[in-house]
Each structure stands twice: as structure tokens, then as C-alpha cells.
């Protein structure tokens, strides 16, 4: 039937200008914005399943959904740890950065990741083909792996702001 991806909700607004794909942090209930999601919390879902870290799990259940599957495929790529937790200006200060990083996606992605793109790829198809097919499912994860999944559709998209949501009908 359909595949819906969410994207979690925001962490305190420290934290915003920040590369924390693996660090577990919680979101900022203040920011949760109910009016994002209005229609997303009003639809029927046959399987939810969430990345297991905790922003994911406490976006589901700000939405008042309290039964969804963890699984740690969901998670976001895995950065380098000089660069995890790291505002996007805090990067030209460190002594292994170059400019040229920023102008070409692979070596960018060697910079910053500690996980090979091959594997991280790998890894959101092993989700995608284990999920049931025919039914409505939600996903609540990380922007880097909603594009990730979005790309494997053949669904491309440039940015998925915190609560956006996307359905993609007849995939699953």
C-alpha cells in the first residue's frame, strides 16, 4: 500500500547548526510542532518502526503512538568521531579539514563519514526489503536516511525539515 517517512522531531535549539547523527539526544518537546502532524496522527498504520535512538521514539510518542518496532537500521550514517557533535562552521577550525572537502559529494562523505556509503546504502535495502509488503507503514528516522530511502525509490529529495513527512503510495 504506502510507505510514510517522518523525519524526527527537533533537538533543543543548541543543538540545531550541529552534525549529531549518533549521538542520543532527546528532542526538545517545545519545539514539537502538533500542527505539522495534524493529519500524520490522524491516519491508521499496520507496522511503525522507528531508528533506536531516542529523538525517533519520543517523536512517536508525542504522537501518541506507544507500539512500533525498533530497529537500528534506521539510524543515520556514522560520522567520523572528530567531526560527530561539530556545528557546520566548526569544521574549517579543524587541522584535517580542507576546503576542496565541500565541492566534490565523495570525498565530503570520506571526511565526514566513518561508515563507507556501500554499507550505509546496504544496510537502509536490508530495512526496505524486510518490511511486509501491502501494508501502511510508518517510519520515523533521520533526514540522511530518509533521503537514503527516498534515493532507493527512485523518490529523490533535497531537505526534510523535523516533522515533515512523506508518503509514497504503491511501493510496499
Known sequence: MA???????????KYIDSRIPMTDLPIDPE???TQKVTLLMQ?????????DLVRCQQTL???????????????????KDDVERLGFNEHENLDVYKQYFVKEKASWHT?????PPEAFTTRIHSF??????????LVCAH???????LALLGCAKNKIAH???IRIDNVI
Open 3 to 13: 510507505l510514510t517517512l517522518l523525519r524526527h522531531s527537533a533537538l533543543q535549539t
Open 111 to 115: 571526511y565526514l563519514c566513518d561508515e
Open 31 to 33: 519545539l514539537f510542532n
Open 143 to 149: 533526514a540522511g536516511t530518509l533521503h537514503k530511502i
Open 128 to 137: 526496505l526489503e524486510d518490511i511486509p509488503h501491502g501494508k501502511e507503514i
Open 43 to 51: 491516519q491508521k498504520f499496520d507496522f511503525i518502526y522507528s531508528s
Open 163 to 165: 516533522l515533515e513527512y
Open 61 to 79: 510518542e508525542m504522537l501518541g503512538i506507544k507500539k512500533y518496532s525498533i530497529d537500528h537500521r534506521l539510524q543515520e550514517i556514522r560520522f
